[in-house]
């Protein structure tokens, strides 16, 4: 009598093997402009709310200094010889000073084309002292400053916003996918189009928002205002 002894197949065939291998990878190179999309919107949405928190350490400060932001007025006040003038990171220095923010972290954001790639080390303080050397050094700040600003002034005008490319006056239209976070007096921050063939960002009345003619600045000229971050090494 004939037994019939039959096994089952155990594993995959080699081809078998490599369709299976190619259609993950089918599948990964789909997902993988969506992930990077998702990435870089959360964030942004985390860059809008450093940009919130500063203002808050902002309108602390103006509340102590007559309704002054960080300026070459107020550095004086919260340090002897002052805290410089040629980066954004030497007025938000103030606030540290000031004491109305020990956050690092909150002037940084993730994808900046001036900033480090790390995070700032937090590290501002030394025998229970803030230490002006040790705060926002270079690297550790993304936002410019707009300087010589109350809380009074025209609420529309941009206070903070994204720093430009590293030795260029330029905004990386990569960092948000051509937006750039605006921040202004009246508290409102959003991020806005960049004009596709010249990487301005305009207001309301399609209006440069860093020139004279703004609406904003009433002739004035904001970009003799204008403190970039100093860059990383």
Not at 36 to 57: S, Y
Not at 64 to 86: I, K, R
Request: with cysteine; net charge negative.
């Amino acid at each position: 009598m004939n037994i019939a002894i039959s096994s089952r197949r155990k594993g995959f065939t080699l081809v078998e093997l490599l369709v299976v291998i190619a259609i993950i990878v089918a599948l990964a190179s789909m997902a993988t402009p969506q992930i990077f999309k998702a990435l870089k919107r959360a964030a942004l949405a985390d860059g809008v709310n450093n940009a919130k928190q500063v203002k808050l350490a902002l309108d602390s400060f103006a509340t102590d200094f007559d309704g002054q932001f960080p300026s070459e007025d107020t550095a004086e006040a919260v340090v002897e010889g002052g805290t410089g003038t040629t980066y954004s990171n030497d007025y938000f220095r103030q606030l540290f000073l000031a004491g109305v923010t020990e956050s690092e972290k909150i002037f940084w954001a993730k994808n900046s084309a001036v900033a480090n790639k790390g995070e700032p080390d937090g590290k501002v303080k030394e025998g229970g002292r803030v230490r002006p050397d040790q705060v926002l050094q270079e690297g550790d700040v993304h936002w410019a400053y707009v300087t010589d600003q109350t809380n009074l002034d025209t609420g529309s005008r941009p206070l903070i916003l994204d720093g430009y490319q590293d030795g260029t006056s330029e905004w990386d239209d990569d960092t948000w996918d051509q937006k750039v976070i605006v921040l202004t007096v009246d508290g409102s921050c959003k991020p806005m189009r960049m004009r596709n063939s010249d990487g301005k960002v305009l207001d309301g009345s399609n209006k440069d928002i860093l020139s004279a003619q703004a609406d904003a600045w009433d002739g004035e000229s904001p970009s003799e205002l204008l403190k970039q971050p100093q860059p990383g090494s």
